[in-house]
C-alpha cells in the first residue's frame, strides 16, 4: 500500500511563468472589494461539499482514513474557516482610525489593509487538505495571487486539489504547482511577496534563508515536542480518554498531538492503565484486533514508518519499558497504539518530534521539575496541562512558553478562529486563522493626512531658532 509520487508536470521554465502570471495579475485582485472576495470564498465552500467523497476518498488512498475522520479534521474545520472569514471579512477590510497626538494636531490617521502581493503556500502532507486550504482562505480574503505547493508524499490529496484549484480559479489567480524538491526548490528562488509554510523546523529555516535572498515576509507553522502536563490531583480518565483522542488521532501524525507527557512519579500505573482501556475503547471495543479497526489510519510512507519503529526499538534497547497494542506491519505501514515508560534523554524518542503513534511518559516528583525540564527544551508549539486547581494551571501557564495552550484538554484550540494559531521561535513565526491569517496575508499600511497649506509643525522648520528651541523644549516636557 506504498503512496504513488508524484512526477511533476511543470519544468522548471513552467515555474517561472506560473509566478509571472501571478504577478502580473496583482493589481486587479488587489482592487476586489469585500463582494467579490467573498464570492470567491462562497465558491471554494460550494465546491468542497459538493465532492466531499472525492476528498474522503482521495485522503484514505493516502491514509486509510475513515471517513468521519476526514470529515471532522479535513473539511468540517476547513469549511468553519472559510464561514468565519466570509462572515467577518468585511469588517477585517475597512480602514482603522487611529488617534491623533496634540503634537500633531489637524492631521488625520488611519490603517489601511492591502494585499502583500503574490504569496507562495508550502503545505505539508499530514492534513493534506486542510493545511494547504486554510492558508488560502486568507491569501484570498487579503486580495492576493497565490502559488501552492502540495506535498508529493500526499499524492492523491494533491493531484484533487490542483484539479479543485484549476476547476476554480483562473490560472493567473490561484495555482496549484504539482512536484517534489527540485520544484519547491524553483519556487523559493521566485520573488514572492510573502511565503507560508507548514512542516519541520529543519525545513523552515531552508525556507527562510531563501526567503531572505528577497527579503521576503514568512509565516512558519512548525512544530515541536509538545508536552502534556498532568498533575497530581488530575482526574486521570478524563486526561486519558482527551490524550488519546489527540495523540491517536491521524495515527499521531498531527503538529499538535501531545508529543510526551509528564506525570507525578505515584500516578505512572494508574495513568497507563486509564490509556489502555481508552485506547482499546476507541480502537477496540469488541476486542477486535486494532490493526483491523476502520478507525485507525495508517502512516503515511514506509519510510516514516520504518524512522518510528527505530525509535521504539531504540527506546526497548535503551531500557524503557514499550507496551504496545499489536505488532509492526510494514506492508500495511501500521504501528499499533505505543506506549512508553521508563524513558531517558538518550533516546531518540525523547529527542525528536514523534510524528506518529507513540507516546512518552516521563515522571517528575516535583511540579518545578516538569517545568525545568519543558524550559530545557525548545519552545513547542502547543502545550497541554490537566489538574483541578486552577492557581496550580495558572502556574503551568506562567512558567512556561508555547505558541498555544489548552486547560485540561488537547489540539482543539486550532478550531477557534478567534484565536491566534502559530508557534514561537523554534516552533513557528507569525500566527494565522480568523484576523490573525488576514492580517498575516496583509500589509497593514499607515495614511496620515493633513490639509493643503496646513501643517502643525512648520514653526520647527530651519532655520532653526529661538521659537524652534522653546516649542521642542516644550513638546518634550509635556507629550
Keep these: 500500500m506504498e503512496t504513488e509520487i508524484i512526477q511533476s508536470d511543470y519544468n522548471l521554465k513552467n515555474v517561472e511563468d506560473i509566478f509571472i502570471h501571478l504577478k502580473n495579475n496583482i493589481s486587479n485582485t488587489k482592487k476586489t472589494t469585500a463582494k467579490e472576495r467573498i464570492k470567491k470564498l462562497s465558491q471554494l465552500e460550494k465546491y468542497i461539499l459538493d465532492h466531499r467523497p472525492k476528498i474522503q476518498e482521495a485522503i484514505y488512498k493516502d491514509f486509510k482514513k475513515n471517513p468521519i475522520e476526514v470529515d471532522t479534521t479535513e473539511i468540517l474545520s476547513t469549511v468553519g474557516l472559510i464561514r468565519h472569514a466570509k462572515k467577518n471579512l468585511k469588517a477585517w ?10 503634537s500633531m494636531l489637524g492631521t488625520g490617521s488611519k490603517i489601511i489593509y492591502e494585499p502583500k502581493g503574490v ?3 508550502i503545505s505539508p502532507w499530514n492534513y493534506p487538505f486542510y493545511l494547504a486550504i486554510s492558508p488560502l ?18 499524492s492523491h490529496t494533491s493531484n484533487f486539489l490542483e484539479k479543485m484549484i484549476d476547476d476554480l480559479y483562473p490560472d493567473n489567480e490561484v495555482k496549484v504547482v504539482l512536484g517534489g524538491v527540485e520544484t519547491s526548490t524553483k519556487l523559493l528562488e521566485q520573488k514572492f511577496n510573502h511565503i507560508f509554510f507548514t512542516g519541520s523546523p529543519q525545513i523552515g529555516k531552508v525556507v527562510m534563508s531563501a526567503a531572505a535572498k528577497h527579503l521576503t515576509s514568512v509565516t512558519l507553522e512548525l512544530g515541536g515536542k509538545s508536552p ?8 486521570l480518565k478524563d486526561a486519558a480518554d482527551k490524550i488519546t483522542w489527540g495523540k491517536f488521532i491521524n495515527v499521531g501524525q498531527t503538529c499538535v498531538a501531545p ?9 505512572v500505573q494508574e495513568f497507563v492503565d486509564q490509556m489502555q482501556n481508552t485506547i482499546n475503547e476507541f480502537y477496540s471495543p ?15 510512507s514506509i519510510k516514516h514508518f520504518y524512522r518510528l519503529k527505530e525509535m521504539i526499538e531504540d527506546a526497548a534497547e535503551k531500557g524503557a519499558t514499550v507496551i504496545m497494542n499489536g505488532e509492526f506491519d510494514p506492508e500495511e505501514r501500521y504501528i499499533p497504539p505505543t506506549l512508553i515508560t521508563n524513558v531517558t534523554e538518550e533516546m531518540i524518542v525523547m529527542q525528536e518530534e514523534i510524528f506518529g503513534p507513540i507516546l512518552p511518559i516521563k515522571t517528575y516528583s516535583d511540579i518545578q521539575e516538569a517545568y525545568d525540564y519543558i524550559n530545557s527544551k525548545e519552545k513547542p508549539l502547543a502545550l497541554y496541562a490537566f489538574g483541578n486547581k486552577k492557581k496550580e494551571l495558572q502556574k503551568v501557564i506562567k512558567n512556561t512558553s508555547a505558541g498555544g495552550t489548552c486547560i485540561n484538554e488537547v489540539i482543539v484550540h486550532i478550531n477557534n478562529p478567534d484565536l491566534p494559531f502559530g508557534g514561537v521561535n523554534n516552533s513557528g513565526i507569525g500566527k494565522s486563522h480568523g484576523k490573525f491569517g488576514f492580517i498575516g496575508f496583509s500589509n497593514e499600511r499607515a495614511i496620515l493626512k493633513n490639509r493643503v497649506g496646513m501643517t502643525g509643525i512648520k514653526p520647527i522648520y530651519p532655520p532653526y531658532g529661538k521659537l524652534a528651541s522653546k516649542l521642542t523644549d516644550f513638546i ?4
Design 476 to 479: 518634550i516636557k509635556n507629550f
Design 228 to 235: 502534556t502536563v498532568i498533575m497530581e490531583d488530575t482526574d
Design 137 to 154: 482562505i486568507y491569501a484570498i480574503s487579503a486580495g492576493n495571487t497565490v502559488a501552492i505547493k502540495p506535498s508529493e508524499i500526499s
Design 119 to 121: 504569496v507562495l503556500i
Design 286 to 300: 469488541d476486542g477486535e484486533v486494532i490493526k483491523h479497526s476502520k478507525d485507525y489510519c495508517r502512516i503515511i
Design 93 to 102: 477590510m475597512k480602514p482603522k482610525r487611529v488617534g491623533t497626538p496634540l
Design 259 to 267: 508529543d510526551y507527557v509528564l506525570i507525578h512519579k505515584n500516578k
